[in-house]
């Protein structure tokens, strides 16, 4: 860890009340939320808010606005919530004739270092408040309830539901985690200790769960030496004998000179794609300051990319992490320019 990422202690026996997280480790990602509440009223003032003639004029309209403030100003209200810089903010208000209550929807998005679920919720809750203050007139007996989070997603955690469901529509719109679905995938991880049986290999294990989260249909996975003759031939035998979409060889990515496996793509590969090693560098930098020794890369060997990945297991997560929002959707782009099995 760098000397600039060590708190300062401050000398006093007394510890403090309350501490902002750290997130300055924590990579951007997208970020999405959407939380609900509901308000409850009488069959008059509902009648007089569908109809738009309560006497301080559209409530709903201005309880949109006033949903998007208060999403807005949550970082004021919440004094542990981190300043973020919102992308968007939505208000929708569903009308329910049978109990004559107003459901107000909320969704919240950021590309940030943590979640935007509070601003979800600040922002039903104030378009809420925004209409009870415009009713209360009409009719003071209002209730508001049932305030909760649907749906967060991004971040290590991915795709947090409400257990106590959600409606159809907003579940039609989530991703269903499945980004290889149909995919072949194979694996190699590259260690000298782990093929000897010095060490339990780590990274494998990882990379098997992950693939197969994703849905991917494991062909093949092998834990070799650092020895680049082995390399390539495990490389080549892979892909000719079961042509992968994605094969992920984990390891010996580093300067060290048993570090071969990006030599060894370079020499088989039709042509390299050095951008995803580009991307995973700059990325894993909010992990690592050490990033950029890295010689992550990757390459296409007949129909199959190829990925170096780094070999330690925490890296193999964070590198995935970086990739599996789009890696899918590359696969099928590949596809496409000609390399089908």
């Known amino acids: 860890m760098s000397k600039q990422d060590n708190m300062i202690e401050f000398p006093t026996a007394n510890e403090p009340h309350f501490k902002m997280i750290d997130v300055g480790r924590k990579r951007p990602t997208?970020?999405?939320?959407?939380?609900?509440?509901?308000?409850?009223?009488?069959?008059?003032?509902?009648e007089h808010l569908k109809n738009g003639t309560l006497p301080k004029?559209?409530?709903?309209?201005?309880?949109?606005?006033?949903?998007?403030t208060g999403a807005k100003k949550t970082p004021e209200l919440l004094p542990m919530c981190h300043t973020l810089p919102l992308d968007q903010v939505t208000i929708h208000c569903a009308l329910n004739e049978e109990d004559h209550s107003v459901s107000v929807y909320c969704q919240a998005v950021a590309f940030a270092k943590t979640g935007v679920e509070m601003e979800a919720l600040t922002g039903a809750s104030n378009a809420l408040l925004t209409i009870w203050d415009l009713t209360k007139g009409v009719d003071p007996d209002l209730e508001i309830g049932?305030?909760?989070?649907?749906?967060?997603?991004?971040?290590?955690?991915?795709?947090?539901?409400?257990?106590?469901?959600?409606?159809?529509?907003?579940?039609a719109q989530l991703p269903d985690g499945q980004s290889l679905k149909g995919k072949r995938a194979a694996f190699l991880v590259m260690s000298d200790r782990a093929a000897s049986g010095?060490?339990?290999?780590?990274?494998?294990?990882?990379?098997?769960?992950l693939l197969e989260g994703a849905g991917a249909d494991i062909v093949d996975h092998s834990v070799i030496p650092d020895d680049a003759e082995t390399i390539e031939t495990h490389i080549r035998s892979i892909c000719n004998a079961h042509k992968p979409d994605l094969l992920i060889a984990s390891g010996g990515t580093g300067p060290g000179p048993r570090d071969v496996t990006p030599d060894v793509l370079e020499q088989i590969s039709d042509r390299m794609l050095d951008g995803l090693g580009d991307v995973l560098r700059t990325e894993s930098l909010h992990f690592t300051d050490t990033a950029w020794l890295s010689r992550m890369t990757a390459g296409m060997v007949g129909s199959t990319l190829v990925i170096a990945f780094p070999g330690s297991?925490?890296?193999?997560k964070e590198c995935w992490d970086i990739l599996e929002p789009f890696l899918g959707d590359a696969l099928n782009k590949i596809a496409k320019q000609g390399f089908g099995a």
């Open 198 to 209: 010095e060490y339990e290999d780590k990274s494998g294990p990882i990379l098997k769960a």
């Open 146 to 171: 049932a305030v909760r989070l649907l749906v967060k997603t991004g971040g290590k955690s991915g795709v947090y539901t409400n257990p106590n469901g959600i409606p159809d529509w907003l579940a």
């Open 30 to 46: 997208r970020r999405r939320a959407v939380a609900v509440g509901t308000i409850t009223m009488g069959a008059e003032a509902f």
């Open 57 to 68: 004029g559209d409530v709903l309209a201005l309880a949109e606005a006033a949903g998007i």
């Open 313 to 316: 297991p925490k890296a193999v």
